[in-house]
């Protein structure tokens, strides 16, 4: 059974960091693809990064560029999310998904599993 498990999340002034942490219990890890997404109340849900199975090569949200950064430890099973500069549009539910998928991985659709969502709230 697959689960991915989201933490890290809270209550954060604007200009602080937040680091989150995705631990996966799936099988193969080292092959998938991790990713992080975002959804804010009344908005759809928003791709934030995402990082390939070697780590070589991560993508990130437009809103986020600069600012958040995806790395993954395959010894631990885990994603991270160091999130710095964070702004009050910044807050959400903050869930990581993975896949084995090749397809377009900016677009959830793509990820078949998903982990419950951790709260990230900024506070101006």
């Known amino acids: 059974q697959v689960q991915l498990v989201e933490s890290g999340g809270g209550l954060v002034q604007a200009g602080g960091s937040l680091r989150l942490t995705c631990t996966a219990s799936i099988r193969n890890f080292r092959s998938c693809r991790m990713g992080w997404f975002r959804q804010a109340p009344g908005k759809e849900r928003e791709f934030v990064a995402t990082?390939?199975?070697?780590?070589?090569?991560?993508y990130y949200g437009g809103s986020v560029k600069g600012r958040f950064t995806i790395s993954r430890d395959n010894a631990k099973n885990t994603v991270y999310l160091q999130m710095n500069s964070l702004k009050p549009e910044d807050t959400a539910v903050y869930s990581c998904a993975a896949t084995f998928s090749l397809s377009e991985p900016t677009t959830a659709a793509n990820y078949d599993y998903w982990g419950q969502g951790t709260q990230v709230t900024v506070s101006s």
């Open positions: 990082i390939k199975w070697s780590g070589e090569i991560t």
